[in-house]
């Protein structure tokens, strides 16, 4: 499908970490505790390509990983597959070079390796960031412990890991992948650079206590090409954008827009 094939394009290969057994055990406990707000997301788009003489138009069906922040329901996602803004600032387009309208048409939320299916609608989405916020409608009495987010202060060197889902078939199992922050940066907004193999944007970032301090957000340097140097682009895969962990701070008013834009709209 063109649109994955392109975004596939557009993110940098990542290197495996490996874990001691010293830590092993730390990692398992966080697992367990996070995997239950982890679920996997069936998604149906619609995705309108235009050039000068012709347009074309096609349903494009792909899963994701979301994390379930409150006890009812609402999820958080990756939002550069469901806003035209936000995919286009991924793969660095200008509106002159690209024309793709993406148009969401459902969600199907997953618990675990379950097959049961919750309908779920998008509430509200931040292009600048690339996050989406679902709400699932009807939980049908299902208990939900929401995520807990943590105000520990990040720092250079601070190990942190996130928690995400395998495909069906491999049975939605979950696993964890660590980190270390590496950078620090004030503009466009405080955020950390991160090595290690955390890629899932969209889903929370971890201490080795459980708890949320962020969340993977791409962010754009807005510098010419001329501008980036040419160990940024060696490293990162890419001369205008990096990803980045937003800590919790930054997230939690975002949070909050969705659940009241949630509580709108029903």
Known sequence: MRLLWLLTLCLPLLGWTQATPETGNAYKQVLEKV????VTVRVV?????????ETETEESKFTMQGAVLTSDGLVMASGVLLSSESFKQLIGAEDDEIKITITPQS?????????KEY?????ATDSQLGLA???????????ITPIVFSNEEL?????VLTVSRLPKGFDYAPYFCTGRIISEISKPRKAYLMEGNISELGLPVYNIKGEAVGVLVILQHGLK?????????????NDSRAS???PASALRPLIEQAIQRAASIQ
């Not at 995997?35 to 982890?38: M, S, Y």
């Not at 788009?45 to 003489?53: A, G, L, Q, R, T």
């Not at 709400?135 to 299902?142: D, F, H, P, S």
């Open 35 to 38: 995997q239950p707000n982890i």
């Open 45 to 53: 788009i619609k995705v309108e390509f235009k050039s000068e003489d």
């Open 107 to 115: 969600f199907k939320v997953i618990f675990g390796s379950e097959t």
């Open 119 to 123: 309908d779920a609608k998008l509430v």
């Open 133 to 143: 916020f679902l709400k699932i409608t009807n939980l049908e009495g299902r208990a």
């Open 155 to 159: 720092f250079v060197g601070k190990e």
């Open 225 to 237: 090409d001329e501008e980036v140097d040419f160990g940024f682009r060696s490293n990162f895969g």
């Open 244 to 246: 980045f962990l937003l």
